[in-house]
C-alpha cells in the first residue's frame, strides 16, 4: 500500500474515491465564493447575515420565506444524499453479455449507494431518466431499507433532536408513511437531478398515493418552473371490477417530468403519418388532407358562407374570420360538401406544416398493461415472472421522445428491465446506438407471492433475487433482437448492422479498507480480479463504464481514457513511453513510491495515486 503521506509529502494528488461526491453544500459555497467572496468566512463556512445583506434590505425573517414540503427526517434525508459511499464497484463476468464490447450497463445494489458512486464519471452525462419507483400502497414495508449512517448521539447533536424524536425517525425509515417514503425517495432524486446533461428530463411513475406530495418535492429539488408537465396514461379500458360502492374505477397513472433547464429542452415530436394525406384531384400543390373548419370554442363567431359553384350557404360558428375564409376560397383551399347535408372543411397540405414532426399531448393514451404482461410471459416460456410490468410501448415512446440516437438513459429502480429492452428494440428499428445504465437491488424473490418466478430462478441456478430476472429478461430480449436480425436484415435494420444487445453486469461490494489481524495491518478488500481495481481506479478518474481498456503489461499497466494505470511495479523502460500521459497509480498496491519517483519518469503534476 502507498503512504498517503509520503505522497502528500511529494506534491503528488490524492484521489479519495470515498470523496468523489461533492455535496450540494460545497458546490454552493464554491459558486457562492467566486461571485460573492465577503459572504464566505475563514472557515469556508456562509455568513448568512453578510448574504441576507446583499439579497434582502428588509431581513426577511424565517416566517415568511415561501412555501416548501416539509416532513419527518427531510434533514436526515438531505444528509444522506451528501454523505459519501463505502462502496464500490464488482465485475460480474459470468452475468455479462458481450462484457468487453457493450456500452450498456447494469448494476445490481441498493440504487442509494450506486447513484453516489456514479457522480464521479456521470456528472452530467445522462440525457433521460426514467424511474418507476415503489409505490406508497401502504401494504407493506419498504425492500429498500435506508440505515442512518450516524450514531444516536451523533443525530441527536447535529439536528438538534432529542432521544424520541430520534426512536421516531428510525421506525419512519422503511415503513410506507408518507414521511417514509418521501425520505425514501428524496436522496435518490437529488443525486439523480446531478447526473442530467443540462438538457436533461426526468420521468417518474407514481400513482395517487403520493403524487400531489412528489410534485412539491420535485419542484424544490428540480425547480417549479422546470416542471414539464404531469403526464397521464391510460393502464386499461375495460372497468373489470368496479367497487359497488363508489362506482369508479381508476384506470390511470401518471409520468411526473422535469427538465435539469426547461429553457434547453426540446422533444423529438411525432412523425408525420404521410399515408395520411392523399392528392385525388392532382393539386400541384402536393399532398393533403382535409380537416375541419368548425369553431370548438364558446367564441361567437357565426356567419355564412357560400360555394361559388353551387351557390349554397353554410352557416355555422367558425374558426377562422369571414374575410380569412374568403381569402381561403379564393386560393381554392377549401372543399365544399357534394350534397346539403355536409360540412366545408379545408385542405391543409403536408408542406404547409412547419416541420416534419407533431407534439403530443400530456394524456399520452392507453397502454396496455396487459400486453406487457403477455409480452414477458412469452419471453419466459410462458412463465408469469411480475405482475403489471410497464408497458414496452410506453417506455419506448418516451424514449423516443426525449433522446438522440447516441444518448444515454438511465433507470434506477429497473425491475424486469422494461427500459432497456425498449432501448434496444429502438436501436434495431432506427439504427440508433443509444445506451441504457440499469440499477437494481438483489431484493429476494417471495417463494409464496412469485412462485413461478422463484422457481425460474431456482431451475436455472440463479439467485431468487429480482436482479436475476432482469439480467434474464436482457438476455432473451437482446437474443430475440437477433434472431429477427437474421430473419430479416432488411426490415427495420436499414444499416444491416445488429445493435448493441449486450451489457456489462456489475454488483457492489465494500472498499477496500486497512485492518489489523494478530497486530499486523493489512488490505482488506473484495477484489477478486484485476478488473475490479481498475474499473474502480475509472470510476475514481471520472471515465464511465463503457471506457475501453487496453493492456499494456497484464495485470500491471493499463489504458484507457488517454491515461495510465499502474497496478503494480514495472520497468522503468515501459512507463518511459507513456511519460507524458496522466499516470494514475493503485493507492492500494504494493508500489513502492519512493522507488517509483526515482525511475524519473513523469513528475507530480501528472501523477495521481487512487485510494
Known amino acids: 500500500m502507498i503512504d498517503k503521506q509520503t505522497a502528500k509529502a511529494e506534491g503528488i494528488k490524492i484521489i479519495d474515491s470515498r470523496q468523489t461526491l461533492t455535496t450540494e453544500k460545497q458546490a454552493l459555497i464554491a459558486q457562492l465564493k467566486a461571485i460573492l467572496p465577503n459572504v464566505i468566512n475563514a472557515d469556508n463556512q456562509l455568513d448568512i447575515k453578510a448574504l441576507q445583506d446583499i439579497v434582502d434590505s428588509k431581513h426577511t425573517t424565517s416566517n415568511n420565506q415561501g412555501y416548501e414540503l416539509t416532513f419527518a427526517g427531510k434533514g436526515i434525508a438531505r444528509a444522506m444524499a451528501d454523505s459519501p459511499t463505502d462502496m464500490e464497484l464488482k465485475t460480474e463476468i459470468k452475468q455479462s453479455k ?68 430520534v426512536d421516531f425517525l428510525h421506525n419512519v425509515y422503511g415503513t410506507r408513511t408518507h414521511s417514509g417514503w418521501l425520505s425514501f425517495i428524496y436522496p435518490r432524486l437529488k443525486l439523480a437531478r446531478d447526473l442530467l446533461t443540462d438538457d436533461g428530463v426526468i420521468f417518474i411513475s407514481i400513482d395517487d398515493n403520493e403524487q400531489a406530495n412528489l410534485k412539491i418535492l420535485c419542484d424544490e429539488i428540480f425547480g417549479e418552473d422546470n416542471l414539464i408537465s404531469s403526464l ?29 433547464n426547461k429553457e434547453n429542452l426540446m422533444f423529438n415530436g411525432i412523425e408525420r403519418n404521410k399515408n395520411d394525406f392523399k392528392n385525388p384531384d392532382k393539386d400541384c400543390r ?14 361567437n363567431n357565426t356567419f355564412s358562407i357560400k360555394d361559388p359553384l353551387t351557390k349554397l350557404e353554410y352557416t355555422k360558428n367558425w374558426a377562422f374570420s369571414k374575410s380569412t ?66 408497458p414496452i410501448e410506453l417506455l419506448k415512446f ?88 437474421e430473419q430479416n436484415p432488411k426490415g427495420l435494420f436499414d444499416d444491416k448492422k445488429l445493435p448493441d444487445i449486450g451489457y456489462k453486469v456489475f454488483s457492489c461490494t465494500q472498499k477496500p479498507q486497512v485492518a489489523q489481524l494478530d497486530s499486523i495491518f493489512k488490505v482488506a478488500h473484495n477484489r477478486t480480479h484485476t478488473l475490479d481495481i481498475l474499473i474502480n481506479m475509472l470510476v475514481a478518474t471520472c471515465k464511465t463504464l463503457d471506457t475501453k481498456i487496453e493492456c499494456l503489461i497484464e495485470d500491471k499497466l493499463y489504458k484507457a481514457g488517454g491515461e495510465i494505470y499502474l497496478l503494480a511495479g514495472v520497468d522503468s523502460n515501459e512507463l518511459e513511453k507513456y511519460q507524458d500521459l496522466k499516470i494514475n497509480l493503485d493507492g492500494w498496491a504494493d508500489i513502492n513510491l519512493t522507488q517509483y519517483l526515482n525511475l524519473g519518469v513523469g513528475t507530480a503534476d501528472n501523477i495521481s495515486v487512487i485510494y
Open 398 to 485: 418516451l424514449v423516443s421522445q426525449s433522446v438522440h440516437k447516441n444518448d444515454l438513459i438511465l433507470d434506477f429502480f429497473a425491475g424486469s428491465g422494461t427500459t432497456a429492452d425498449a432501448v434496444m428494440q429502438l436501436n434495431a428499428e432506427d439504427g440508433g446506438n443509444r445506451k441504457f445504465v440499469l440499477v437494481q437491488l438483489d431484493e429476494p424473490i417471495d417463494k409464496e407471492k412469485s412462485a413461478e418466478a422463484h422457481k425460474f430462478c431456482t431451475d436455472n441456478n440463479f439467485a431468487p433475487v429480482i436482479s436475476s430476472i432482469t439480467i434474464e429478461r436482457l438476455n432473451r430480449a437482446g437474443d430475440k433482437i437477433k434472431a429477427d436480425f
Open 98 to 165: 458481450n462484457f468487453d464490447d457493450t456500452e450498456n450497463v447494469l448494476i445490481r445494489g441498493d440504487n442509494l449507494e450506486v447513484l453516489k458512486i456514479l457522480q464521479a464519471n456521470y456528472h452530467k452525462k445522462i440525457k433521460m431518466i426514467y424511474i418507476d419507483p415503489p409505490y406508497n400502497t401502504k401494504s407493506e414495508n419498504f425492500i429498500y431499507k435506508d440505515n442512518f449512517k450516524k450514531s444516536d448521539e451523533n443525530l441527536i447533536n447535529d439536528f438538534s433532536l432529542d432521544e424520541e424524536s
Open 325 to 390: 375564409i374568403q381569402n381561403m376560397i379564393d386560393k381554392d383551399l377549401i372543399i365544399f360538401p357534394k350534397n346539403n347535408g355536409g360540412t366545408p372543411r379545408q385542405k391543409k397540405f403536408l408542406n404547409s406544416y412547419r416541420n416534419d414532426k407533431k407534439s403530443f399531448v400530456s394524456n399520452l393514451g392507453w397502454f396496455s398493461t396487459e400486453n406487457a404482461t403477455k409480452y414477458l410471459m412469452n419471453l419466459f416460456g410462458d412463465r408469469k415472472m411480475f405482475d403489471f410490468p410497464k
Open 232 to 260: 397521464v396514461w391510460q393502464t386499461k379500458q375495460a372497468a373489470r371490477g368496479v367497487p359497488t360502492k363508489t362506482m369508479l374505477m381508476d384506470n390511470h397513472e401518471y409520468i411526473l417530468s422535469y427538465a435539469i
Open 286 to 299: 402536393g399532398l393533403w388532407r382535409s380537416e375541419s373548419m368548425s369553431a370548438t370554442g364558446k367564441q
